[in-house]
């Protein structure tokens, strides 16, 4: 077994970004994910990669398009108020089809808001968060452990799909130390990427666009990016079920929300409430048949989150339809980090 | 089992250091742990607070909103969170720095350990936080002394390695306590 | 019987959307035989900006990264990084890269990038219609500036090769115009220099490049040439600003 670790879930990523053959990084600082370019910054140019602290969130997204037009694996991460900037970025990679991991160790807004542990980006990070109609791939990682092994995934369904994919943290998650195991790369088939601009050579030219001005050509070029997605939700949803086999109470909830409730539900459990918990990792694909089985038998789920009511909404659409969906959410900021003490009474409540 | 604690004081008394002390030493006993730094509004004005679960299997939450064990090592830090340890709990005080008098709660145990005290009759008054350690140590048997030696050396730069054994002895200190 | 004039090779042999009279085909052809000198054109990696310039793709037979408005000096600064083996350079227009694009393209010749950055003022927003650009000359009627620049309102029309050349980072800057032989002729010869200064991985290289555009200035291609040399000229001098390494 590898040697287990003790350290930040933001320094975690950074240690996986590079496992998984992440060599570029473009950033600008921002808290609470500054763990993050300082551990590039350290750590890239000893392997011969490059790291630059760009002049704008909006300069590092593009960065990170450019170089990964070329075919490299690369990564810039923000928080809230800078993945807005990133947005325009997003949303052409999107359209040109290119890889390229993106992190958002997700803060309290709007605006300038706080710093304190968000899960208020939701919407913007499933939905598409730029113009046109896109979606990327969001991975929601609840532990240490997660901010590791999901952002290795991160990099590999981007390249399998060649669509961008999100890490999609918050501060307790990012901040956090835990003990946990630094996992090998995972082998996996990936294609060759054919597509990359890296100087025609004698071959015929190549071009990474997302303009598409011919009759017909946008349509079909949105067509077959929703294909995709419809291959994602269908190979790559992934979710975890908690004791929710005799549940008569559903909990749902992702990243440290999740966390946060798991230990609610385990002592709800002590006091004999049969409640389960449904925790999405991926966040898009949504886990819709999951919610869907489980709402088949057990019909009362109530949604947590660090917000005032975002995922709720996707559960609503994927649950049986005689299923009531309940939410508890506070919108996040100093001091409103719900306890698992505080969940217990909503579960109690609601049970 | 698992053993949830809560380390507060203000900055300079090493309270996120014998946080994170403490994790490591869990993962050297190869235990699941988590160590959470400061949260809410409390982490501005020099407060400096964390909290870690150890656990044999999941750690589950790494927020914890009433805890099983407190160390609260100034006067804000008692006053804001003597209110808030678990019934049954345990709360062990610096009272060198903490007035306890007038105190209401009967449902939880007190440890009084005059920490400023004891580390400067050891010689080193910053070692308030290594004393704190030893005595939930010695209180709880979540950790053993010889972890959290361990962990020092694992975690402090070789060049401060004279520092462990002075460290060492105020966790002794620290744990004779609550023997 | 010998060839005195033939199509560059990096160029393809397809008739541009460019509007008679406008200047981006003479500088396109002048990119691509200065692509041909060096022999760069099989390890060349164009950025394409937003603007009249978008369909670079189209024209050079190159391989060609589209960028989001003004962002090209940051794709390039990606594409530079993780290939620098590779030549890389930008073609941007001035609302492109003097407005939307100021902070990517200060940066980006502030780290001394090694690329090369070709820009094309024509004083005026092409694509979109005829707005008023960052480089619209105090005075001059646009569909934005309907009474024309103003310059206590919209500020003076900013001249980005002088600008730039005061950058450490900037490794040669000029400006220039093809609006007769002779300025062509020193045109040609400048972005050949800046093409070595990459070549030789001397750093960022700049030029500006002085275009009509009688569509939307409303004039006759002849007028709108004239415009460029009399104009555009006195207010945007010629010249070369930086040239660090003496090339």
């Given amino acids: 077994m590898t040697q287990r670790l003790f350290m930040k879930g933001n320094e975690a990523l950074a240690m996986a970004a590079i496992e998984a053959g992440c060599r570029y990084y473009f950033g600008y600082p921002i808290t609470p994910q500054s763990d993050i370019p300082e551990y590039m910054s350290r750590e890239l140019p000893k392997l011969g990669g490059e790291f630059i602290q760009a002049e704008s969130e909006i300069a590092s997204i593009n960065m990170l398009l450019g170089a990964s037009a070329t075919g490299v694996r690369a990564m810039t991460s923000s928080s809230s108020p800078g993945i807005s900037l990133k947005q325009e970025g997003i949303s052409y990679m999107a359209g040109a089809e290119l890889p390229g991991v993106i992190v958002n160790i997700c803060r309290s807004g709007p ?112 067509w077959k990016l929703h294909g995709r997605y419809g291959v994602l939700k269908e190979k790559e949803t992934r979710w975890e079920e908690f004791l929710l086999d005799d549940a008569e ?103 | 089992m698992r053993h949830d604690v809560f380390i507060a004081g203000f900055g300079g008394q090493g309270v996120l250091l014998a946080g994170n002390l403490l994790g490591y030493a869990a993962v050297t006993e190869g235990k699941n742990v988590s160590f959470f730094p400061a949260y809410g509004v409390e982490k501005r004005g020099g407060a400096a607070m964390c909290t870690v679960v150890i656990a044999d299997d999941e750690v589950g939450s790494p927020v914890v909103g009433n805890p099983t064990v407190a160390l609260l090592l100034n006067q804000a830090s008692y006053d804001k969170f003597v209110c808030r340890v678990k019934p049954g709990g345990t709360c062990i005080v610096n009272t060198s720095l903490v007035d306890t008098a007038g105190q209401v709660r009967d449902d939880i145990e007190f440890i009084p350990v005059p920490m400023n005290d004891i580390a400067v009759q050891l010689g080193d008054p910053r070692m308030v936080n290594m004393i704190a350690i030893g005595a939930y140590a010695a209180k709880t048997g979540a950790i053993r002394l010889a972890s959290l030696e361990e962990a020092l050396r694992l975690t402090l730069p070789e060049r401060n390695h004279k520092y462990i054994p002075a460290n060492v002895k105020a966790l002794e200190a620290g744990a004779q306590t609550c023997q | 019987m010998h060839q005195v004039f033939k199509k560059p090779v990096s160029l393809k042999d397809i008739q541009t959307h460019f509007c008679p009279g406008c200047h981006h085909g003479t500088f396109h052809r002048l990119v ?216």
């Fill in chain 1, 249 to 351: 109470l559903v909990v749902a909830a992702f990243g440290s929300a999740a966390r946060i409730a798991k230990s609610a539900v385990m002592e709800a459990r002590g006091k004999g409430l049969r409640v389960g918990l449904l925790r999405p990792i991926t966040l898009f694909p949504f886990p819709e048949k999951a919610f869907r089985a489980v709402t088949e038998r057990c019909k009362k789920v109530l949604t947590v989150e660090l917000n005032a009511g975002q995922m709720v909404e996707d559960v609503r659409l994927s649950v049986a339809r005689d299923a009531d969906v309940l939410f508890y959410g506070r919108p996040p900021g100093a001091g409103s980090l719900p306890t698992p003490e505080e969940l217990l009474v909503q579960i109690e409540k609601n049970y």
């Fill in chain 3, 32 to 247: 691509a035989e200065a692509m041909d000198e060096f022999g760069v054109q099989e390890r060349t990696i164009g950025v394409a900006s937003v603007g009249c310039s978008v369909f670079l793709y189209g024209y050079f037979d190159i391989d060609v990264v589209e960028a989001p408005h003004g962002r090209a000096p940051a794709v390039a600064t990606g594409v530079k990084r993780a290939r620098p083996d590779s030549f890389v350079f930008t073609y941007q227009g001035d609302g492109d890269l003097a407005a939307i694009g100021t902070s990517e393209i200060i940066h980006a010749a502030n780290r001394g990038e090694d690329i090369t950055v070709i820009f094309v003022n024509n004083t005026t927003y092409g694509m979109t219609g005829g707005q008023m650009a960052p480089t619209t000359l105090v005075g001059q009627r646009t569909s934005t500036s309907p009474y024309g620049r103003n310059r206590s309102k919209d500020g003076a029309p900013i001249r980005m090769a002088e600008l730039l050349a005061q950058l450490e980072g900037v490794a040669f800057s000029a400006r220039v115009a093809v609006n007769n032989p002779k300025n062509l002729m020193d045109a040609k010869r400048q972005i050949k220099k800046a093409f070595r200064y990459q070549v030789e991985g001397k750093g960022f290289s700049f030029i500006e490049a002085l275009s009509s555009c009688p569509t939307n200035w409303g004039m006759d291609p002849l007028s709108a040439n004239e415009r460029v040399g009399s104009e555009m000229c006195s207010y945007f001098p010629l010249g070369v600003f930086k040239n660090d390494s003496g090339l």
């Fill in chain 1, 111 to 222: 605006g300038l808001g706080g710093i304190d542990a968000s899960q208020a980006d939701y919407f913007q990070a499933v939905k598409g968060g730029g113009h046109g109609g896109y979606h990327i791939i969001v991975l929601a990682p609840s532990s240490v452990q997660e901010m590791y092994d999901l952002t290795m995934l991160a990099f590999d369904l981007s390249d399998i799909y060649r669509i961008p994919a999100m890490v999609f943290g918050d501060s307790v998650i990012g901040q956090m130390k835990e003990s946990f195991v630094p996992n090998p790369r995972p082998r996996r088939e990936l294609s060759p990427k054919d597509w990359v601009v890296r100087g025609k050579g004698s071959g015929a030219q190549r071009v990474v666009k997302s303009l598409y001005l011919g009759d017909g050509e946008l349509e079909a070029h949105n």
